[in-house]
């Protein structure tokens, strides 16, 4: 089993930045992408960014790309989510995974990912 825990979440106004943590215990040899997930009430679970754990090749949504930068440090076993030029859109609750999946080619389905934070909140206000 792995546990992640997710933090970071704040109140924001628009255009200003925030950092999430997700850190991971457990088996975390056993991880082999890392993301976040964001969801808004009424809407489904939306991929917002994740990274390769081994080679560190990152993926990002097209409403993120430019603003948020996904990183790792693979000696705490955590990974960071820099969020800049932050909109009222990005409002969410935002969820840290795991994935044991090693295909690449699914880095952005929900369903691909084994283990969940609790979620943080981020709140950008106009």
């Known amino acids: 089993q792995v546990q992640l825990v997710d933090s970071g979440g704040g109140l924001v106004q628009a255009g200003g930045s925030l950092r999430l943590s997700c850190a991971a215990s457990g088996r975390t040899f056993s991880i082999y992408r890392m993301g976040w997930f964001r969801r808004t009430p009424g809407k489904e679970r939306e991929f917002v960014t994740a990274i390769s754990w081994r080679n560190g090749n990152t993926y990002y949504a097209d409403s993120v790309q430019g603003r948020f930068a996904i990183s790792r440090d693979n000696a705490k076993d955590t990974v960071y989510l820099q969020m800049n030029s932050l909109k009222p859109e990005d409002t969410a609750l935002y969820y840290c995974?795991?994935?044991?999946?090693?295909?690449?080619?699914?880095?952005?389905?929900?369903?691909?990912?084994?283990?969940w934070g609790q979620g943080t909140q981020v709140t950008v206000s106009s």
């Open positions: 995974a795991a994935s044991r999946s090693v295909n690449s080619a699914t880095y952005y389905a929900a369903y691909e990912y084994n283990y």
